[in-house]
């Protein structure tokens, strides 16, 4: 009697105490293929631009960044609702405002700014 006691007792504190998990939420917006970017550092100057091209699946994969003096950097990104991470040669934490416009913070090597991408 009392070993189904503990273990119902010990079920319920368990089923209590269990957090569930967050699933990330579906892209809002499928952010595959190649933009147009410009970044703009804290200052207000324009920090650098060029074309970026996301590939993978609508909710992660890799990134091709081209810029302005034909530099490519890779990396990988996630989109999660409608919130973009990037990581690689910078950060990028972005907000997909519609199918073809994302807007940001960006970091890099203690530089930082705003980003903005367009399709």
Not at 8 to 14: E, M, V
Not at 39 to 45: C, E, L, P
Not at 65 to 72: A, R
Not at 98 to 118: K, L, M, Q, V, Y
Request: glycine fraction near 10%; proline fraction near 3%.
């Amino acid at each position: 009697m009392k070993r189904i006691l503990l273990v119902t007792l010990t079920f319920l504190f368990l089923t209590a105490c269990a957090t569930p998990v967050e699933e990330a939420a579906a892209p809002e917006f499928d952010i595959r293929g190649k933009w147009t970017y410009t970044m703009t550092a804290s200052d207000g100057n324009t920090y650098d631009e060029g074309t970026i091209t996301f590939s993978g699946q609508p909710q992660a994969g890799t990134y091709q960044q081209v810029n302005f003096y034909q530099i490519t950097y890779e990396g990988t990104y996630t989109v999660n609702g409608n919130s973009l991470q990037l990581s690689g040669h910078e950060t990028w934490q972005g907000t997909i405002s519609d199918a073809n416009t994302i807007r940001g913070p960006w970091e890099r090597d203690g530089a930082s700014g705003f980003f903005t991408a367009n399709r």
